[in-house]
Each structure stands twice: as C-alpha cells, then as structure tokens.
C-alpha cells in the first residue's frame, strides 16, 4: 500500500534533520545493531565502517530514498546494484526487519521529539515499501543462482603476478562441480577469517577471465591505504585503512589453500545474449582492468570479428601486457591505447606504452574511440573522478548515455552518487579536475568492489 499524503509529508519533514544528522544516525543504527547482534559482523566491511564510508554509505541510502520517494523508479539503478550486492553477500529476508528496528531506533534517538508515533508509522511503512521491492528482486537472482546458495569452497590452483602489486588467483571447486556461467564483468564475494577478530570478512572481486566451467579467475590488488588529508592532499606517515582482504589474499594465500565463494553476481556487464557486432570501447585505470580483460576474453572467443578499443591507465607496468600485445597481433580490428604516467628505461613508445600521460581521451584518435559509430559501446572503470572525466569527455562528442556502464570500486558516500545515470548528470559540473584526487593520487583504484547498500 502506498503512503498516503500526509505520511509523504511527515517524511520530508524529517530530511532537514536526517542530512544534518544523518553520520550521526548511521552510526547509532550500526552501534547498536552490531552490539545486539554481533553475527552480523560476518557481512559488514570493518574498514568502511572504522573509516566512516559505511555509516555515510547508508545515509546517502536513506536520503535518496526520502528525497525520491514519489519517484521510486528514479532509483532503480541503485537498487538493482544494492540488489546484486546483497545476494552476493548472502542477505536474507529476515535481515530486513534487524535493520528497520534499528534504524527506526536511530531515528528515534537522534530526532527525539521530533519523532512522533505519527512519524514512526510513517518510516516504518516507507522502509518496508522499500524493502519488499528489495526483498523480490533478490528472490529472482537467488532464484538465478539455483542449487548454489551462500558460499563454496575454492582451491587456489595457480597463484600470477600480473604486475606490480597486482596478481590473479585461479580458483577451482573443491567440489569438482561444473562452474555456473557468468556475464563478462560480473563480480563474486571472497570470504576470509582475519587474524584476530572473531567473525570473518568478505570482499568483491571481478571476475577477471572468461567464463570457464573448470576455474574463475580473480586478480586483485595491493592496498597500500590513503596517504590523504580531508583536502585531497597528501601527508607522510602511516596510510590509512589499506585493504585487509586483498592484503591477506597477496601476502598469505598460496597455491593450495581453501578461499569460499559466493555465486557470480553485479550489474555491470557486457550482455553475452546479445549477439550484437557493435564496437566496444573498453576504458579503465589500475586494476580496474579487471572487469574489462573477462570482456575482452569473452569477446575474443565468441565474438572474434567485432570490433575491440582498449584503452588503459597505468603508473609503471601493465597487467596482462602480454595477452593485450597477443590480441594486438592476432585481430585486426583491436585497438589498443596504454597510458603510462611513469617510464622505465626499458619502456619503448608504441610497443610497451602509446602516451606517456594519464589517461586523456582527448589525446586518443576519433577512429579509435569509435566516435563516428552511433552505437559503439564504452564500459568504463576506475576511480570516481577518472570515470567523471571520462564521461564527461564522451558527452561533448555527443556520445548518448545509454551507450556508457560503469563500473566504480568504491564505497561510502560517493559510491551512491557514481552511478550511471549521476556521473552523465555531475559530468557537467565537474569543473578543475586536475585538482581532484585523482590528479594528485597515482593510485588507479581499490582492490575491493563495495557497494552502497546498508552492509557493505
């Protein structure tokens, strides 16, 4: 049943107070939750929610939800991505009526007589409105994964160095079952137990080759953490929240040992049952390569004649220079265009890099960005700002935005800003960016994929 008028109002009554307080609220709501039910710790990010990103991750939830709550399609990218994120960690039903109790409890304290019973009833019936649109789409993916449920124990069968700080693990089932296929570009769930906490900790990671019924291929990073003050600069010492997940996968995971799975997931994806020959644009930095190579594998064993842009960011080496040398020799109608901002010695122009820059569309030609072509397609992925510029480049050649995907490796309140639809909208207004992190921070993404949904 829909709110009714005065129920609409009541709520956007309370979005003065939920912005000004909303860190405030999301920290109570966690606080308590977590306290009461401590189990749920096995589905929360501990980084995100020491540094901050997780608590700001919900209230930009809420906040939009309220704001849209007339508009509820407007936010149905989002939710499909909260959707995948969420089967992908293996939330339940019965996890939603945890967190309205103590969201509602959090509302509560922090607005105090603000928050009527009036008030109450009307969050309570606009959370479950929500909810249930959640709950249904998440019983059709689960429905997807059909016999595989929750998580799956894997064998690292071959653990490569890729370049510097980023390597990939082949994985295969223990089980020795055949692997369900995936869309190119899809992500799983890696869970691990941390050395001294009491619950274990997940974390997504692309799906980095094309799909096999034997292995998935993960590649991840190094996360050295953020160098960073609150004005983007950056400062001597310690580094902040580097990544726990990714950091015990590289230094402590071997060939042999057992990681757990969770089924193929995410929304970000080249549509394999769309036998369509339309150029693709693939646009990434650092390891948000990832995603991009399962597409390029995937394209180059079924669909070997359709046209392939690649285009790439690095600091030093490239991942996978070796196979993208391969397809540049082997297919005529592949491009490729690598970025380097910082050379070796041994670095040669037009064979180990093509710009010796970051990445600036710009300086790649109109031929090899497809631009002529009304329906090429451009998958981007990297750092907020670098997709921002990207976006905003392709914009002023007229490229439509139902023909860019983006894929962020981020979390917190800017990840529930970066979606498809908001980066077209917030291209425009993006103004100085050689002052953005992304200018001043070499670091080409991080080694996770959290996205901004109340458990991540």
């Known amino acids: 049943m829909a709110l009714s008028y005065q129920q609409t109002k009541l709520i956007r009554g309370t979005i003065p107070a939920l912005s000004d307080h909303g860190e405030r609220i999301t920290t109570i709501f966690y606080r308590n939750m977590l306290r009461d039910h401590p189990e749920l710790n096995d ?7 020491a540094n901050g990103r997780q608590p700001r991750a919900l209230t930009a939830v809420i906040l939009s939800y309220a704001n849209n709550i007339n508009h509820i399609t407007e936010l149905i990218p989002k939710m499909e991505r909260m959707c995948h994120k969420h089967c992908s960690l293996g939330i339940m039903p019965e996890h939603y009526a945890i967190v309205e109790k103590y969201l509602i409890a959090a509302f509560a304290e922090v607005l105090g007589t603000a928050m009527t019973p009036q008030v109450r009833e009307a969050w309570a019936k606009a959370y479950w409105m929500l909810a249930k ?17 929750g998580y799956r124990k894997f064998r690292i069968e071959k653990k490569v160095e890729e370049s510097d700080d980023i390597y990939s693990f082949y994985l295969v089932p223990v089980d020795g079952k055949r692997l369900p296929s995936f869309q190119p570009g899809q992500y799983v769930s890696v869970q691990l137990k941390v050395s001294g906490k009491g619950y274990l900790q997940s974390r997504q990671y692309s799906l980095s080759d094309a799909p096999r019924p034997d292995y998935y291929r993960i590649t991840v990073k ?21 990544g726990v997940i990714s950091n015990l996968l590289i230094n402590d995971k071997d060939e042999g040992d057992i990681v757990e799975l969770t089924h193929p997931a995410g929304e970000f994806y080249l549509d394999m049952s769309n036998t369509s020959n339309v150029p693709i644009v693939l646009i990434s930095a650092g390891v948000g390569v990832t995603p991009m190579m399962s597409i390029l594998n995937t394209v180059s064993e079924r669909q070997p004649h359709r046209p392939v842009s690649w285009i790439h960011g690095s600091r030093r080496s490239v991942p996978f220079y070796d196979q993208i040398r391969r397809i540049s020799r082997n297919r005529p109608n592949f491009r490729s265009n690598i970025f380097k901002t910082h050379l070796a010695e041994s670095d040669v122009y037009g064979i180990t890099y093509d710009h010796d820059f970051r990445v600036d569309l710009a300086k790649v030609s109109k031929e090899d960005l497809w631009l002529s072509h009304g329906s090429a397609e451009y998958y981007i992925c990297g750092p907020e700002q670098f997709m921002l510029e990207m976006a905003e480049y392709l914009k002023s050649k007229k490229v439509d935005s139902a023909r860019m995907h983006f894929e962020l490796f981020s979390t917190g309140d800017m990840e529930f800003k970066v979606d498809t639809l908001s980066i077209i909208s917030n291209s ?16 080409s993404g991080a080694s996770s994929l959290n996205g901004g949904c109340p458990f991540k």
């Not at 649109?133 to 449920?149: C, V």
């Open 43 to 49: 589905y929360f990010n501990t980084v995100n929610q």
């Open 428 to 443: 425009d207004s993006s103004t100085n960016p050689r002052n953005s992190v992304s200018e001043v921070c070499p670091v």
């Open 222 to 242: 190094r996360d050295h953490g953020i160098h960073m003050s609150r004005n983007g600069r950056f400062f001597g010492g310690s580094a902040l929240t580097p």
């Open 133 to 149: 649109m959640l709950i249904g789409r998440e019983a059709q993916l689960y429905r997807e994964f059909d016999k595989w449920q």
